[in-house]
């Protein structure tokens, strides 16, 4: 088995018989960049793709729809095989592999049903049935009075619809989403988001979901992975991936710290700054292993240190208590209802408070302050 396939991303471990759905197991070397990755779908379910920058989450979608070239591995769909490196006799339209980008990308000297006719017209139908398609699909994204506009003379809003109409006009047996909503405003993209929900559900088919927005993910996918460098480190339900992150860049969108260290017992993890972090629940942690702890930045409470008291409530014998934790302010900035506090002591860790308490605090940088967090707001892990 490749090392690729070993981490593939287990849509049996949510219910789904993956040999039904999407499964793609890929090896793609470009410009010195090396993706190896499988992810499996199952036939009515979404996968979020989560990852930073150039960790590549487009060349992944991009390689299954078999728009670059595939070193190592193979698509398939329903069990069909639909692209990679074994399925280059397979023609393009003919993978019915449906793929969104930020970008229309729309024919620009066709009129909308021009556009969205295409693939009916790629897959035989003839030019009245194509055309008598397309403008159900026109009307089904709300579009219906636009057919002959030209893409020039529509809004981004309005493209991206479009767009949504032709992909899915083409009958695709899987529909990849390259981060859709990303170029339009507010309003459009959650005309769109709601739009991609219903027909995908219709179609019952399954949909791959490339995403810088926690919220897209939550909304559309049960399952999320997370690539990182070319590889998926992390993989399982929204809730679980969001809600006890593996990584700093999923801990930094999810809006929780991270804190990595030892377990110095079932439920307790010292990182490597100092932090004692201790859960209400033992969670299986083997004492003196790598494990990590999560809480909210908004779930600490926050009072000025006692002049002349043990740092933090720091035990006699210096070590710190669990749970306690001092430091000097380093960073102040405005959240949406408070502010955000960087302490110099430990600086991968953010502590928020409201307004009220801020003021009533008196923050300033090289203030002193005490943090205490409840057990029950600490949730911690095995790492690896
Ligand atoms: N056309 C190309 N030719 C050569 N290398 C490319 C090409 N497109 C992307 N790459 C490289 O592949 C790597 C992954 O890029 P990719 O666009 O897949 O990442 P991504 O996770 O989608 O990033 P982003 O979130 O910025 O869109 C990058 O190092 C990038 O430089």
Redesign the pocket.
């Known amino acids: 088995m490749s090392a690729a396939a070993e981490r593939r991303t287990d849509a049996s471990a949510a219910g789904a018989a993956p040999d039904a759905g999407l499964v793609a197991e890929l090896e793609v070397e ?4 090396r ?1 190896d990755a499988a992810v499996a779908v199952g036939p009515d379910e979404v996968l979020a793709v989560l ?10 979608l ?1 390689a299954i729809a078999g728009h ?1 070239p595939v070193d190592r591995g193979e698509v398939r769909v329903g069990g069909r095989l639909l692209g990679g490196a074994g399925a280059g006799e397979v023609p393009l339209a003919a993978r019915r592999i449906g793929l969104l980008g930020q970008q229309a990308l729309l024919f620009p000297h066709l009129s909308a049903l021009e556009n969205v006719a295409f693939g009916p017209r790629a897959q035989g139908a003839g030019r009245r049935d194509a055309r008598a398609e397309a403008a159900g699909w026109l009307e089904r994204v709300g579009l219906a009075g636009f057919e002959r506009r030209r893409p020039a003379e529509l809004s981004g809003g309005q493209q991206q619809r479009v767009a949504l109409a032709r992909t899915l006009a083409a009958r695709p047996a899987a529909l990849l989403l ?2 859709p909503f990303a170029a339009l405003d507010v309003e459009a993209a959650a005309g769109m988001r709601r739009l991609v929900r219903e027909h995908r559900a219709a179609l019952g088919i399954p949909m791959l979901l ?1 995403t ?1 927005d926690p919220l897209d993910a939550l909304v559309l996918a049960g399952r999320a992975a997370i ?1 990182q460098a ?1 590889r998926i480190v992390d993989e399982g339900p929204i809730a679980r991936v969001l809600g006890h992150p593996r990584t700093p860049f999923i801990a930094a969108l999810a809006g929780v710290d991270l804190v990595e260290g030892v377990a110095l017992d079932a439920a307790t993890v010292r990182s490597d700054g100092g932090l004692v972090l201790r859960a209400a629940e033992p969670a299986g942690l083997v004492t003196g292993a790598p494990a990590s702890a999560v809480f909210a930045p908004g779930s600490v409470h926050v009072r000025a240190a006692d002049a002349g008291a043990p740092a933090g409530g720091a035990a006699a014998a210096g070590e710190p208590s669990a749970n306690h934790w001092s430091g000097t302010v380093a960073s102040l900035e405005p959240t949406g209802g408070g502010v955000r506090i960087v302490t110099a002591e430990q600086p991968g860790v953010a502590v928020d408070v409201p307004t009220a308490a801020a003021v009533a605090l008196d923050l300033e940088a090289g203030a002193a302050l005490a943090f205490r967090i409840e057990p029950a707001d600490v949730s911690v892990r095995p790492l690896g």
């Not at 470009?30 to 960049?33: L, T, W």
Request: proline share 4%; glycine share 26%.
């Open positions: 470009r410009g010195g960049f993706l990852g930073p920058n150039g960790s590549g989450k487009s060349t992944l991009a670059v390259d981060e490339v810088h690539l070319g």
